[in-house]
């Protein structure tokens, strides 16, 4: 079992420049659709002409599973090792990098069909997007009047929102040759149910697992944030457990890159309200929310052998039976939302939903 890394043009087609023998790869997906690489080849001075920030990196495996298709970012030599260390986002951080118009609005539409209309407008004005709709089945928008304006962040993080919305996910797929790269987004409900036949057993299909449940569901805040003109202008209220933070103003709300919004700390969640700019209404949606009642969260972090990774792939649903965790005998039904392959171990951790 083994890693394979080729090295490819920054521009469409994406043909291929160089097969490159690396060493210590790593590559991360996360469930958003976010991820990282990295890996080490011997300078043999290649990289001056080869490896330049910019270019597309496909990451195979001698094993069954689909490609990572990254960019790569960061270069760094070691003139005492004679390694160079390559790294770089996946191929999906240029949705979340290209922008979307202030006026993006959207109303009750399949949500398959508004990422497609978002995409279009995304690769509109010359921006170097390539990225084709594939199958985009999603979840119908039910909106209880007018529409929702997305135009005020980036692509992939309207993407996130919308999904999160009607509960739907979006993921890129990409048909890799030795000529040409094209890369699909695809929206709607992912992988297969296995549940009822496929079983996961420790002792002979995990090499690792660690059980967890947290009863501290409970929130720390909810800010509700009113509609408006810039975001730092908006009205918010805040209702939390903390003294003194009964009341708060969108100026002393932490932001994120392109005007989004980000969590101060773990727990504290926004509730923007892009048509209600009453605080009274404001502190009503807020405190329902920090009311709803919530349960003890489970949670697995898994790492199983070779002979089962390759007959996996993310969105799939398995059920996995463990020996020695909750006391012994505990059965879960797991989903996996993205694999971390290493070839090196012939293992795979896998980010999953209990």
Not at 223 to 232: L, S
Not at 235 to 254: D, L
Not at 281 to 290: G, N
Request: proline share 3%.
């Amino acid at each position: 079992m083994k890693a394979l890394i080729e090295v490819r043009y920054e521009w469409t087609p994406h043909r291929l420049i160089a097969d490159l023998e690396g060493f210590r790869v790593d590559r991360v997906l996360t469930r958003t659709g976010r991820g990282a690489f990295a890996f080490n080849v011997v300078n043999r001075g290649l990289h001056r002409e080869i490896l330049l920030e910019g270019r597309i990196v496909v990451i195979k495996s001698t094993e069954s599973i689909l490609p990572y298709v990254g960019v790569i970012t960061e270069i760094a030599e070691d003139a005492a090792s004679g390694v160079v260390e390559v790294s770089g986002d996946n191929y999906a951080s240029t949705l979340y990098n290209a922008a979307l118009d202030s006026n993006a609005a959207v109303s009750n539409m399949d949500a398959g069909k508004i990422a497609a209309n978002l995409l279009m407008q995304a690769q509109g004005n010359g921006r170097s997007l390539f990225i084709e709709p594939g199958v985009m089945q999603g979840t119908p928008l039910l909106l209880a009047s007018g529409s929702i304006n997305l135009g005020t962040q980036s692509l992939g993080a309207a993407y996130d929102a919308l999904a999160e919305r009607v509960n739907d996910e979006w993921w890129l797929e990409h048909l890799v040759t030795r000529t040409q790269i094209r890369t699909y987004l695809y929206w709607g409900k992912r992988g297969t149910d296995h549940s009822a036949t496929t079983y996961l057993e420790e002792g002979r299909d995990f090499t690792g697992a660690t059980y967890k449940r947290d009863a501290l569901g409970a929130l720390r805040s909810v800010i509700a944030v009113g509609g408006g003109g810039p975001v730092g202008g908006r009205p918010s209220v805040a209702v939390s457990n903390r003294p003194g933070a009964m009341a708060a103003t969108a100026e002393r709300v932490n932001f994120g890159a392109a005007g989004e919004l980000g969590p101060l700390v773990a727990r504290d969640v926004y509730a923007v309200r892009p048509r209600d700019d009453d605080r009274t209404v404001l502190a009503d949606a807020a405190k329902r929310a920090y009311e709803r009642p919530t349960t003890a969260r489970e949670s697995l972090a898994v790492t199983i052998t070779s002979r089962q990774w390759a007959l996996l792939n993310p969105g799939d649903s398995v059920s996995a039976r463990f020996h020695s965790l909750n006391h012994g005998g505990l059965i879960r039904v797991i989903r996996i939302n993205a694999m971390q392959p290493d070839e090196s171990t012939g293992e795979c951790d896998l980010d999953v939903t209990v």
